[in-house]
């Protein structure tokens, strides 16, 4: 079972959702948009959760995009760490964390969760 692992909330976003990332214990990464809306409980059916996952390899990619180019010594037991913290400090949710893998041509998997 894979299990989160360390996550940080974002801070901003549409009103009534709430984003998230997560360092799922299988290495990945998890962007997650949850969204608790009388619209998505009205057109959906329920409270619900839009998911982009993001593969270890695609990770470390992700990390040295985000710091562009800065010399800076990677130690892989901390790179989760400096990740999340470089995250948290510039998007601040869903929306913001997708464009900017589209931009960077990160590739990630979408998911979806009807019943969060």
């Known amino acids: ?19 998230s990332v997560h360092i799922k214990s299988d290495g990945s990464l998890v962007i997650e948009l949850y969204d608790f809306s009388s619209e998505a409980e009205k057109w959906l059916g329920n409270e619900v959760a839009f998911l982009l996952k993001v593969s270890p390899v695609a990770k470390s990619k992700m990390l040295s995009c985000l710091l562009e ?48």
């Not at 940080?8 to 959702?17: I, N, P, S």
């Not at 510039?90 to 041509?105: A, C, G, I, M, S």
């Open 69 to 116: 180019g800065q010399n800076q010594m990677l130690d892989e037991s901390h790179d989760d760490d400096l990740l999340l913290r470089l995250i948290e400090e510039r998007f601040t949710d869903y929306f913001k964390v997708k464009q900017w893998l589209e931009e960077n041509k990160i590739p990630y998997e979408k998911g979806f969760d009807p019943w969060a």
């Open 1 to 19: 079972m894979v299990t989160t692992v360390r996550f940080v909330d974002l801070k901003g976003g549409l009103k009534h959702t709430a984003s």
